[in-house]
């Protein structure tokens, strides 16, 4: 089956639902009478607002469940009931993350063959292999520990309760790893082979685990998990010390909060960030001009640290830049020449190229405030006066948001940076969706999730916040109710 | 070797129905076989810790079904867009009800989560039942290998069908029941006191209706698709199949009856086998029928994988499978026996 010809099947269907949207164009003049909601756009919306909420919830479970591993370690050794309590109380938190990760993460399973078939059929032999894996060896693992670690606390010794939650996190970093090989494939394709029938076929099982793209994003986005963690965790450590309650615990959150954050904030920069951003250099020019608004290339070319990029002009407005620190950046050295946009075809620039200069603009720019925060509290926390420094207290409050954002402008940066391309110099994107769902389903199912996913969102807002506000000493909603 | 992954992936889908089937029937009796909250914690703690990793089964077959066999996962999942979204909208609802109930102290929204609960999962029984009838009863596949279903045209199984028509309702009804009495039976297993009694004797209706529904469904399967019968004429040993389905069910009723209810259980799941592995011998090699010409069905041979893909997979899916199998096998050995309603939470 060539691309070509699933590019210009023709679609046919019944029922309302199914009648294509036809005569829909993409517009070029000011005169066009329609929105060009074309069904490529709405499936590229479809899996980008399914996959950025489903994530919000794997960057915090697998961050934490490091930190409970923390926790939990700190309370084998120690014999201390408080570490215990805290391990618990994060437990419970990570149960009800886990679950709203796991039922948002189905979708995206399946997204590959419902809204982006035609990409699924030529790619299953390579990438579907990562995403088997996923199942097979990390979400086994997960739900297994899990049950134990959750429900099975009277069934097993202290020692065996450590060893579930350690195998949870096992089980979470193994899934993060499977998801980066499939996303860095795309990215990057290694270890393949192409049919005479369009379909890719794999060559090399550790070529494909071991694509270096692969192993830089997998540092860097790891990183930016345990970043979130430890901005959750340092933040309900400030809340609780903020409102005058449960403070011994407000201490030690704040504690493991900050030293992890400090640690992670700085290697997500450096190296992580420093190395995957090189070689998305060396990688993906197109990208990286994007990125940094290189309409022009130039040699000793400067960081822009702010403006906004003009698509129509090729120029950024009111521009900062710093001169020469982009080619340092990326070569090492201030004389090296970084390619601009004026030297791409323009059928290969990124589509919506100032989302992904802002997208990555927001993340770094998140990213300096993050390490400087985590500076400042850390140097607070040296010195015991981080308890009393209720200014700093309230940053770390109201910044735990911001690793969020941030975990999602990288992605958007990766994702919309590797466009026009679904797979890098192979498939264009517009090549991949599915032919016969047609946009007006598309849009159905669309507007479906993003109200389920709403709600999902308030309830989880809601569920999180009563525990925090319970705290670690409460017993357990459950006896609770079964006291009464 | 499309053979050997033909089966690999029928074992996990088999492996899924059986796991979290009994969890939806779970879900569908507790609301109206449970009196007390007491009764209720049982019911759910005798799925809690289990539910999860049932449910991966469906992950990792997924998946499996991804990169052996990409044509029919692109193929089925975008023709199948619709139920298919709504089964992901049910396994969300699903999900967050049950894993949730333990969290919410205030009455009225523990009901509206025990409510969704249960209404979640009767739907998603009936959809999968609708979805294999509908794999039965072949699809308009184009050229290309591609269709698309509306949600339903005239009801009728004809050339322009939709998911739903009588054939596929019929279906659906099948598999409500069989999860039902599937889950009825766990219970029988996992509590005790009343609400065993009770579950035990809900067991006999459903029953009941469980043979004339399969009943039905082999007949209407019949009518609806004759060719069917042709790899059970071809090889006749395999009319071992549907006798199968004959016994188990005879056993899932007299060892219910004689207060056995491990053996019941296994039997059931016996029962759920035959009847997925009878399906497939009535299409196979074709994995999904076409309404529009045998010429267009997607066999195995069409669908299938390159060799050096197959053959990669092969490694990582038996060492994968084999540590599934055994954390399955741990953490149903660790949550054993009655479930204790005394018993904390987190």
Not at chain 1, 332 to 339: D, F, N, R, S
Not at chain 1, 384 to 403: D, Q
Not at chain 2, 224 to 248: D, H, I, K, M, Q
Request: aromatic fraction near 14%; include cysteine; charge should be positive.
């Amino acid at each position: 089956m060539k691309s070509t010809d699933l590019a210009h099947s023709i679609y046919r269907g019944t029922g309302i639902l199914s009648r294509p949207l036809r005569n829909l164009r993409r517009c070029d003049r000011l005169k066009c009478r329609r929105l060009p909601l074309t069904a490529e756009v709405i499936h590229r919306l479809h899996f980008a607002f399914t996959v950025t909420f489903h994530y919000l919830f794997p960057q915090l479970t697998m961050g934490l469940a490091l930190l409970i591993v923390v926790f939990k370690t700190l309370a084998l050794r120690t014999g201390s009931e408080e570490w215990e309590r805290a391990g618990r109380f994060w437990g419970r938190i990570f149960g009800i993350n886990f679950v709203f990760g796991v039922v948002t993460g189905i979708p995206m399973e399946f997204q590959f063959g419902t809204n982006w078939s035609r990409f699924a059929q030529l790619s299953g032999g390579v990438i579907g292999q990562p995403l088997a894996m996923e199942g097979v060896f990390s979400f086994f693992l997960e739900s297994a520990f899990l049950g134990l670690f959750l429900y099975g606390q009277r069934l097993i010794s202290r020692r065996m309760h450590w060893f579930s939650a350690f195998m949870v996190f096992v089980g979470s970093w193994i899934s993060g790893f499977f998801i980066i090989v499939t996303d860095a494939w795309m990215q990057h394709p290694v270890a393949f082979d192409r049919l005479p029938d369009g379909r890719y076929e794999v060559l090399s099982f550790w070529q494909l685990l071991l694509n270096p793209w692969a192993l830089f994003q997998y540092a860097h986005n790891m990183t930016g998990a345990v970043v979130t963690a430890s901005f959750v965790v340092a933040a309900t450590g400030a809340f609780y010390l903020l409102d005058k309650r449960q403070e011994n615990f407000g201490r030690i959150f704040l504690k493991v909060g900050v030293i992890a954050g400090l640690i992670s904030t700085i290697v997500i920069i450096f190296p992580t960030g420093d190395l995957h951003g090189k070689y998305v250099a060396r990688n993906q020019p197109a990208a990286i001009a994007a990125m940094e608004g290189q309409f022009k290339t130039e040699t000793g070319a400067g960081i822009v640290l702010v403006g906004q990029p003009n698509e129509e002009t090729g120029q950024i407005d009111n521009p900062i830049v710093v001169n020469n620190v982009l080619s340092f950046l990326i070569y090492g050295t201030t004389k090296a020449e970084v390619k601009g946009l004026d030297q791409i075809p323009r059928d290969q620039w990124p589509t919506a190229l100032p989302l992904l200069y802002y997208a990555y603009h927001i993340m770094a720019g998140l990213g300096t405030y993050f390490v400087a925060l985590m500076l400042l509290a850390a140097f607070l926390l040296w010195r015991g006066l981080l308890h009393r420094a209720r200014w700093m207290l309230w940053l770390l409050l109201i910044s735990f948001p911001l690793p969020y954002i941030a975990n999602t402008a990288g992605w958007m940066t990766a994702e919309i940076g590797r466009q026009p391309w679904l797979i890098y110099g192979l498939m264009r994107t517009s090549e991949g969706f599915s032919h016969t769902v047609s946009a007006g389903n598309g849009l159905f199912t669309l507007i479906g999730f993003m109200g389920l996913y709403m709600l999902l969102g308030l309830l989880f807002t809601v569920l999180v916040y009563r525990e925090i506000d319970r705290g670690p000493e409460a017993k357990t909603i459950d006896a609770a109710v079964r006291a009464n | 070797m499309g053979f050997l992954w033909f089966w690999l992936v029928a074992v996990m889908i088999v492996g899924y129905v059986v796991l979290d089937g009994f969890d939806l029937g779970v879900g569908v009796l507790h609301l109206f076989l449970v009196r007390t909250e007491q009764e209720r914690q049982t019911a759910l703690r005798s799925i809690g810790p289990v539910w999860d990793g049932n449910e991966v089964w469906l992950l990792a077959g997924g998946g499996t079904l991804y990169f052996a066999f990409p044509l029919l996962y692109a193929s089925a999942f975008s023709g199948f867009y619709l139920p298919l979204m709504i089964v992901l909208w049910l396994l969300v609802l699903r999900g967050i009800s049950l894993e949730l109930c333990n969290h919410i102290d205030v009455g009225v929204w523990r009901a509206l989560l025990d409510g969704v609960f249960g209404l979640a999962s009767a739907l998603l029984a009936v959809f999968y039942g609708a979805a294999l009838a509908n794999v039965l009863r072949g699809v308009p596949l184009q050229d290309d290998g591609y269709f698309f279903l509306p949600l339903w045209t005239n009801f009728q199984p004809g050339p322009a069908p939709g998911i739903l028509d009588w054939y596929t309702v019929i279906g659906g009804l099948v598999a409500l029941v069989a999860l039902t009495l599937h889950g009825a039976l766990w219970l029988t297993i996992k509590v005790s006191g009343d609400l065993a009694q009770r579950a035990r004797e809900i067991v006999n209706p459903l029953w009941v209706a469980l043979t004339a529904l399969t009943g039905v469904s082999l007949l209407a399967t019949i009518h609806v698709r004759p060719e069917s019968l042709n790899n059970y004429s071809a090889y006749p040993a395999t009319f071992v199949v549907p006798s199968g389905v004959v016994a188990s069910l005879l056993a899932v009723y007299l060892w219910n009856r004689n207060a056995q209810p491990v053996k019941a259980f296994i039997a059931s799941s016996v029962y759920l086998f035959f009847m997925l592995a009878g399906a497939c011998w009535g299409v196979y090699p074709t994995l999904l029928p076409a309404t529009t010409g045998a010429d267009h069905d997607i066999t195995l041979t069409r669908a299938i994988s390159g060799p050096h893909t197959l053959s990669v997979g092969l490694v990582w899916w038996s060492f994968g499978m084999l540590l599934a199998v055994g954390y399955t096998v741990f953490v149903y050995s660790r949550f054993k026996g009655k479930v204790d309603a005394a018993a904390s939470g987190h």
